[in-house]
């Protein structure tokens, strides 16, 4: 299976003119990881969040958006999220790319300049359009809500 790539305008701010662009760390990876384009380090204290900036702006095609997501061995080590996971960056969208990150772990973390913070996942997007009904087909799940479906594999 071939998969074609998507041309992604990516123009770096002076204040991260030096720091790698995001790139794969392997070649079956999905996400792209995002560095910090912070001046001098930054310490984030348990229980607070703050807006990391990255130094890049885009401008993704139409029908495209990025997700920014949090990286799994930050979370792992050191109980760190991204707060609005997953963020999304819209196609018109030409701003900074900000990394919101919060400090869920019990020790306060140092974020140095160039660290990588966050992966970036660029996915298509499907337009919706409502089709209003009076009832909703049904379904073997019905009305079932959280946990309806149990905890264990049937």
Known sequence: MTQ?????????????ADLPLPGYATAES?????????????TLAPGERA????GLTI?????????????SGL???????VLNSPGTIDADYRG???VILANLGHEEI???????????VVAPVA??????????????RGEGGFGSTGVTSP
Request: proline share 8%; aromatic share 4%; no cysteine.
């Open 110 to 120: 140092t974020l140095r300049r160039g660290q990588r913070i966050a992966q970036l």
């Open 59 to 71: 401008a993704l095609p139409t029908g495209y958006e990025a997700q920014v997501r949090p990286r």
């Open 75 to 81: 979370a792992l080590k050191h109980g760190i999220t």
């Open 4 to 16: 074609e790539d998507v041309r992604v305008a990516l123009a770096s701010l002076p204040h991260a």
């Open 127 to 140: 337009k919706v359009v409502w089709d209003v009904v009076k009832t909703l087909p049904t379904s073997s």
């Open 51 to 54: 807006l990391i900036p990255t």
């Open 30 to 42: 999905a996400g792209m990881d995002l560095a910090a384009a912070l001046v001098e380090p930054f």
């Open 96 to 98: 900074e790319i900000g």
